[in-house]
C-alpha cells in the first residue's frame, strides 16, 4: 500500500512538471510604434497584455495625447509601456520612474479634458528609477531580464491568467498551467440558469440520500444484533454515506460563500477558492473526500465479509474476529489520502455544488486521487462479489434435495445480487463519467478560452479551434451517482422485520426484557410491604422480626432470574416467595415474636431441603396472588387481574 502510495505521488509530480510555451523576441506590428528607434519587442507587457492585437486596441485610447504632444516623451512612453523593447531575447526595456512623472505632469491637463484616465498599472511609483548614462545624460527606459525565454519562436502563446483572475503570490493555485490564477466561480462550461438548477437538484438528492441513509442507521440502532458481520459493513458504508449527503446539502444551503472568494480589487470577478486558503473549504473537503473514500472501502470490507462467509465458511464470529483490521483499513487509508491532498495543497472549490474537492480543474489529481481508487474498488468488490455468489451456487446444488434450504438459500442470493447492482451500477456510471470528462477536458478549455480571450483580453488561439461544451445532463448524472449510491442500503434492511420493529419502537409496546421485568414486580412488592410495615410499627412495638424479614426480602431482590409468568402458573417456593408470604401475616408477627423467630429458622431449613410437591405448588401460589396483588395496588389492570387481586385478597384474609 506504502509503494501504491508513494509511486501516486511521483507520478502525480512528474504529470505536474509542464509549463507553457517559451517566447523570444517578435517584429513590432503596432502602426503607431514603427517609428521608435527599435523594432523587436516582448510579450506579455507590464500591462499584463499577451499580444500586439490586444495591446494596439488599449494604447488607443491614449493616442489623444501622442498627436497633441503635450510632452516631449510622451509618444516614447507609451511605445515603451505598450510595446516595450526586447534584446537579445531575454531583455526587455520598460519605461523608468522619472519619465513617467514628467510625462504625467506634462499631459495631465489634457487627460482631464479628453477624459482619459492613467491605468493603475502604469503609476509611476511602480517603476523603477532611471539609469544615468557615461555622459551624464538620463536614459529613458530600464533593462529588465524575462524568465520567458525559447529555442523556438512559435506564436502558440497558449493560456496566460487574465488579471481579473489573479490571486495573491504564494497560494500556490494555479488554472490550466498558469500560477497565481484561479477558475472564474461562475461555472466555465454551463450558462447562469442551468446552474441555478443544477443546484437544486443536488439539494433535493442530497436531502433525499439523508434520509434514506439515516433510515438505515437508525434500524440498526434500534435492533444491533441485528446487523452482524458479515453484513455489518452495510451500516458503517451507510454512515458515511450520511455524511458525504449532508457535506452536499450544507453546500446547497452556504451557496458560493466556501467555495469562492470574493473580489479583492476592483475589476476582478469571483474565483474558485483553491488550496487551502479557507478554513471552511478545507473542512468540507476532509468531510467529503474522507467519507466518500471510506465508503467504498467499507463496500470492499463488505465483499471480503460475504465471500469469506460464502467461500471458507466463516461463521459470524471468526469474521467479527477481524473487525479490528476491517475498522483500521477502512478509515485509515482515507485518512492517509486526505492528508496527502491537504499537504499538496490541491484543494478547489466547487462552484455548482458549494462544496470542495478534489480534480475539478486538475487532471492528475482527478487521475491519481478520485479515478484509480474508484477503479480499484470496483473491480476488488466484483471480483470477490462474483466469487462468493458462485460459492453459495455451489452450495445450493448441494442441497438441492432439501427445498425448504434451498429456497432460503435462492432468495438470499437474489437479494445480494439485487443489493450488489443497486450499489455497483451508479459506481460505474460515476467513474464512466469520470472518465468522460478527463478525455475531453481539454477540449472545453480550449473552447473556453477561445470565447473568452477578447472578453479577458488574454491571447486567442491563432488556430480554429471546434467549440465543444459538456452537456447539462453530464453534470446532473454525476452528482446525482455521487449521492444515490447510499440509498442502496435501505434495500437490505427494507423487511416486515424493520416495518414490525419501527411500529413496536413509534408505539413504545417493544417486548420487554423478562429478567427486567420480574425485578420490577419484585421492586413493587417490596415497596408495597414497606408501606404495610409502616403502618404495623405505629400499632405495636414488637417489629425486630418484621425487620428481619424485611432483610431477607431485599437481599433477594436482584436474586430473581427466573421467567416471569402469569399468576396461574405453578412454580417451586423460591426464598423470595417465602420471605414475602410470611411477612405478609402480620397478625402472627404480632402477637408472638418467638413464633416469628421459629419461622425464620424454618424459612431457612425450606432453603436448603427440598419441599413436597403439594406444599411448593400450594406455596407457590400463595406467593403469585400476593405479586398479584402487590401489582393491583399501584397500576391499573384489566378485568382478569381485578379478579385475581380479589380472590388474593380473599385468600389473605382467610389467612389471618
Known amino acids: 500500500m506504502k509503494f501504491l502510495l508513494f509511486s501516486s505521488i511521483g507520478f502525480f509530480m512528474l504529470d505536474s512538471c509542464m509549463s507553457h510555451t517559451l517566447f523570444t523576441c517578435e517584429p513590432v506590428h503596432v502602426q503607431w510604434c514603427h517609428g521608435m528607434p527599435y523594432n523587436s519587442t516582448f510579450f506579455p507587457n507590464m500591462l499584463e497584455h499577451y499580444d500586439q492585437d490586444i495591446a494596439a486596441e488599449k494604447m488607443k485610447h491614449f493616442m489623444p495625447l501622442a498627436s497633441l504632444r503635450c510632452s516631449p516623451d510622451v509618444h516614447l512612453f507609451l511605445c515603451q509601456a505598450f510595446v516595450p523593447e526586447c534584446r537579445k531575447h531575454t531583455h526587455v526595456l520598460r519605461p523608468c520612474r522619472e519619465l513617467c512623472e514628467r510625462v504625467l505632469s506634462d499631459c ?28 551624464g545624460s538620463v536614459v529613458s527606459a530600464v533593462e529588465v531580464t524575462t524568465a520567458r525565454s525559447s529555442l523556438s519562436s512559435g506564436r502558440d502563446l497558449g493560456f496566460w491568467c487574465p488579471l481579473q483572475l489573479k490571486t495573491h503570490p504564494g497560494q500556490g493555485g494555479s ?21 441555478q438548477f443544477t443546484k437544486t437538484f443536488i439539494g433535493v438528492c442530497s436531502i433525499v440520500c439523508l434520509c434514506a441513509t439515516l433510515f438505515t442507521f437508525l434500524t440498526f440502532l434500534i435492533d444491533v444484533k441485528r446487523f452482524r458481520y458479515p453484513e455489518r459493513p452495510i451500516i458503517f458504508y451507510s454512515v458515511c454515506y450520511s455524511f458525504v449527503s449532508l457535506v452536499y446539502f450544507v453546500g446547497f444551503l452556504l451557496g458560493k460563500e466556501a467555495a469562492c472568494n470574493e473580489p479583492s480589487l476592483p475589476g476582478r470577478v469571483w474565483t474558485v477558492v483553491l488550496g487551502a486558503q479557507s478554513r471552511v473549504c478545507s473542512l468540507l473537503f476532509m468531510l467529503l473526500y474522507f467519507f466518500s473514500t471510506a465508503g467504498m472501502v467499507w463496500w470492499v470490507v463488505l465483499t471480503i465479509t460475504w465471500f469469506l462467509a460464502a467461500g471458507p465458511k466463516w461463521s459470524c464470529e471468526a469474521i467479527e474476529k477481524k473487525a479490528v483490521w476491517f475498522h483500521t483499513v477502512s478509515w485509515g487509508l482515507p485518512g492517509v489520502l486526505t492528508v496527502v491532498l491537504l499537504v499538496l495543497n490541491k484543494v478547489e472549490g466547487d462552484g455548482i455544488s458549494g462544496v470542495c474537492f478534489v480534480g475539478l480543474y486538475d487532471l492528475t489529481v482527478l487521475r491519481w486521487f478520485v479515478v484509480a481508487p474508484l477503479a480499484i474498488a470496483v473491480l476488488v468488490g466484483l471480483s470477490l462479489l462474483l466469487a462468493g455468489i458462485m460459492s453459495l451456487n455451489r452450495v445450493r446444488q448441494v442441497i438441492q434435495h432439501d427445498e425448504q434450504n434451498q429456497e432460503k438459500l435462492k432468495k438470499f442470493m437474489i437479494r445480494i445480487g439485487v443489493f450488489s447492482g443497486l450499489y455497483l451500477l451508479p459506481l460505474l456510471v460515476l467513474l464512466g463519467c469520470y472518465l468522460y470528462e478527463q478525455a475531453h477536458r481539454s477540449r472545453w478549455e480550449n473552447s473556453w478560452i477561445s470565447q473568452h480571450c477578447q472578453e479577458y483580453s488574454i491571447p486567442c488561439s491563432r488556430r480554429s479551434i471546434d467549440v465543444e461544451q459538456p452537456e447539462l445532463t453530464l453534470f446532473l448524472i454525476k452528482y446525482l451517482m455521487t449521492l444515490v449510491v447510499g440509498i442502496s442500503a435501505v434495500f437490505w434492511v427494507s423487511s416486515k422485520k424493520t416495518c414490525s420493529e419501527w411500529a413496536s419502537f413509534l408505539k413504545r409496546t417493544r417486548k420487554k426484557d423478562p429478567i427486567s421485568e420480574s425485578r420490577r414486580v419484585l421492586q413493587e412488592s417490596c415497596e408495597f410491604f414497606l408501606k404495610h410495615n409502616s403502618r404495623v410499627q405505629h400499632k405495636s412495638k414488637h417489629y425486630k422480626s418484621s425487620s428481619h424479614k424485611l432483610k431477607v426480602v431485599s437481599k433477594s431482590m436482584g436474586t430473581s432470574t427466573g421467567m416471569h409468568t402469569p399468576v396461574t402458573s405453578n412454580h417451586s417456593n423460591t426464598p423470595v416467595s417465602t420471605a414475602i408470604r410470611n411477612h405478609y401475616i402480620p397478625s402472627q408477627s ?4 418467638h413464633r416469628s423467630s421459629e419461622t425464620s429458622v424454618q424459612e431457612h431449613t425450606e432453603r436448603i431441603r427440598p419441599t413436597a410437591p403439594a406444599e411448593r405448588r400450594s406455596k407457590a401460589d400463595s406467593s403469585s396472588r400476593i405479586s398479584s396483588h402487590a401489582e393491583s395496588s399501584h397500576r391499573l389492570t384489566p378485568k382478569d387481574d381485578l379478579l ?9 384474609t382467610n389467612t389471618q
Open 590 to 593: 404480632i402477637s408472638d415474636p
Open 175 to 195: 488554472f490550466l498551467g498558469a500560477q497565481d490564477c484561479a477558475p472564474p466561480c461562475d461555472y466555465m462550461y454551463l450558462k447562469p440558469q442551468e446552474v
Open 108 to 135: 495631465s491637463r489634457d487627460m482631464v479634458t479628453f477624459g482619459i484616465s492613467w491605468p493603475s498599472e502604469l503609476q509611476c511609483d511602480r517603476l523603477e528609477s532611471c539609469h544615468v548614462s557615461p555622459d
Open 644 to 652: 385475581e387481586a380479589d380472590q388474593s385478597s380473599a385468600h389473605c
